[in-house]
């Protein structure tokens, strides 16, 4: 069972507000992901890190921002949201070890904006 | 560079039919393949992988997924479907050893058929 989780689920928010999407593990991995999903679509990488004080862009452009300050907490901020940031919004994290390795995902936040 | 392809973005099928979803991808060097499931509203869940060893994956609620190395393929079955795996499905591929790239396809929303 995956313990990842996201809030939140739902928002919907005026253009030029700032949000911090929120994503939080408690099994300990070190790596942690930020997917952008649109429907029909491929989910694209925007971020990702491999510890604390790591982080790195994906391969999707993308205008948010990430930090991660402890191993469990990965928050995703967009300083000014407009309405082409509109979409779901992945989290996820995952470990490598001898039995391979799979990315655990979080619910998902579905982001508004007007 | 890797890329995934999933033939088909929508399955529609009778209840208790067999169903196939298609997933091809392409790739210069040995790879893990993934199939993931996404209920409505919800994150990925993994269904089944691949990482080495017998061609034939089983993975949860009765799917299973081949590995075709040759035709560079990794359909994925079940022999009968239920109204409750209504959902889209995800063929996923990554470099072997590599849990950080993992490279998603357009998805497969599977409809079941009363």
């Known amino acids: 069972e995956a313990d990842i989780y996201q809030t939140p689920r739902y928002l919907v928010i005026g253009t030029g507000k700032k949000i911090t999407l929120e994503c939080s593990q408690t099994?300990?991995?070190?790596?942690m992901y930020w997917y952008q999903q649109d429907p029909g679509m491929e989910l694209h990488l925007i971020h990702y890190s491999y510890g604390v004080n790591s982080t790195e862009k994906g391969d999707l452009s993308s205008e948010s921002t990430v930090s991660r300050i402890r191993t469990e907490h990965f928050p995703l901020t967009l300083e000014s949201a407009r309405p082409s940031h509109t979409s779901q919004y992945l989290c996820?994290?995952?470990?490598?070890?001898?039995?391979?390795?799979?990315?655990?995902f979080g619910p998902g936040t579905r982001l508004t904006v007007t | 560079a890797q890329s995934v392809t999933q033939l088909d973005s929508q399955v529609p099928v009778f209840e208790e039919a067999p169903v196939e979803l298609r997933c091809n991808y392409s790739?210069?060097?040995?790879?893990?393949l993934f199939w993931y499931v996404q209920y409505p509203n919800q994150g990925l869940q993994l269904l089944l992988k691949y990482l080495s060893g017998s061609t034939l994956v089983k993975g949860i609620n009765g799917f299973e997924a081949e590995f075709n190395k040759s035709q560079t393929s990794f359909h994925l079955r079940k022999p009968s479907v239920h109204i409750s795996d209504t959902a889209e499905y995800f063929c996923?591929?990554?470099?072997?050893?590599?849990?950080?790239?993992?490279?998603f396809g357009k998805g497969t929303r599977l409809h079941i058929l009363p």
């Open positions: 099994m300990g991995h070190d790596k």
């Open positions: 996923a591929v990554s470099d072997r050893g590599r849990d950080d790239k993992i490279i």
């Open positions: 996820a994290s995952s470990e490598y070890s001898r039995q391979g390795y799979e990315q655990y």
């Open positions: 790739s210069s060097v040995s790879v893990y």
